[in-house]
């Protein structure tokens, strides 16, 4: 099982995120922690299984003070022996942490940060609406190399409304140069309820599916041959920094979601905490849990999900997840140089791998 713990406080809101999250407000930080340790302890003890991974995202973790950081990791310490996890992640933004901090995740028990810096072009960092600088973004990875992080991973973003071939090839280089173990690069998505769908809509920005590819097989050649391992569709990682947390969402392993608004997927049921900080912290106080919702995930609804998910991993999927149909259908895309089939597994392969989320459709 995995366990997902969902952090939502910012310092300011990004026009492109969907997640819910806040600035800082009546709810303070510290009945948060409070409210978040009491519904761990709580619904960790329900699950009768140990979690092998924690992840703690948001929203933006690092922004929680060394006393919260410390009195949260210790609550959860309680029910969890962090000695058996594969993996303990936490997800940052610069200069929202010192080297002192950044020894303090360390010390806790963090072995994987995972950096959201976007881009090194200032001007796509003002479209962004990041408050950070490249060398301020540059520095905060130096920060966890010298605190000793094991797995160090930078968050990175394509195909942003001004962004050209040259500056995303620069930010590239520029993140390779820090050394990192891992490095995520997105392609842009317009969300709803985000400033930049409200643009797309009126027509200010526009998506481009051929800048999008070139973008991806930019960042696909320079990082190979820089070392790293394409092992699922954004991510690429140096041997043995995979991120174990994010394989088990993909592989379909169960996990347990809290915070507000966190999703939890255990055997045939999803279930949502409520997204909205000041009820979650009043539920938990009183009822131990925040659940505002649930369903029962059938057998097909499942088979749909590891067919989307797992196209986008190196390990691709099992060609018995398919009907005679989409079996048909993948011998073609392997004619056509976009999968290969080995042993029973279908895996994306050249231009397919830009494609999944087409081919996903075409296959389910």
Same mark, same amino acid.
């Given at each position: ?124 960092? &003002? ?99 820089? $070392? ?15 991120? %174990? ?13 809290? $915070?507000? %608004?966190?999703?939890?997927?255990? $055997? ?9 900080? &000041? ?14 919702? &649930? ?56 231009? $397919?791998? &830009? ?10």
């Amino acid at each position: 099982m995995l366990l997902y713990l969902h952090i939502p406080f910012c310092h300011r809101i990004c026009p492109y995120c969907s997640f819910y999250k806040h600035t800082p407000g009546p709810s303070s930080a510290g009945d948060f922690i409070n409210a978040l340790s009491r519904e761990a302890k709580h619904r960790i003890a329900q699950t009768n299984e140990a979690p092998r991974t924690i992840y703690l995202g948001g929203g933006t973790p690092s922004m929680l003070s060394p006393s919260h950081l410390t009195q949260l990791f210790e609550s959860l310490q309680e029910s969890i022996d962090f000695s058996k996890l594969d993996e303990v992640t936490l997800e940052a933004n610069p200069a929202t942490f010192d080297a002192k901090k950044a020894a303090l995740f360390r010390e806790l028990g963090v072995t994987r940060v995972s950096l959201g810096i976007q881009s090194f072009a200032p001007h796509v960092l &003002a479209t962004l609406g990041r408050e950070h600088s490249p060398d301020e973004a540059a520095r905060s990875v130096e920060i966890l190399h010298d605190a000793g992080i094991p797995h160090i991973n930078i968050d990175l973003m394509f195909s942003i409304p001004g962004q050209t071939k040259s500056d995303w090839e620069s930010t590239l280089t520029r993140a390779i140069e820090l050394k990192p173990h891992h490095i995520s690069a997105y392609n842009l998505t317009y969300e709803e309820d985000t400033a930049f769908f409200e643009s797309l809509q009126r027509g200010e920005m526009r998506e481009n599916e051929d800048i999008d590819a070139e973008h991806f097989h930019l960042a696909h050649d320079l990082l190979l041959s820089n $070392g790293f391992d394409h092992y699922e569709t954004s991510n690429y990682a140096q041997a043995g920094h995979q991120s %174990s947390h994010n394989l088990g969402y993909w592989q379909g392993e169960d996990y347990l979601g809290l $915070g507000p %608004s966190a999703v939890t997927t255990i $055997g045939n049921t999803r279930s949502k905490n409520i997204p909205d900080t &000041a009820r979650y912290i009043e539920q938990v106080n009183t009822l131990g849990h925040a659940l505002g919702e &649930a369903e029962h995930i059938d057998p097909e609804s499942r088979r749909i999900e590891r067919i989307a998910l797992g196209l986008r991993t190196r390990m691709g999927i099992p060609m018995s997840l398919l009907d005679t149909a989409a079996r048909s259908r993948a011998t073609t895309l392997a004619t056509e140089g976009l999968a290969h089939i080995d042993h029973d597994t279908l895996t994306l392969v050249g231009r $397919g791998r &830009a494609l999944v989320d087409p081919i996903a459709a075409e296959l389910i």
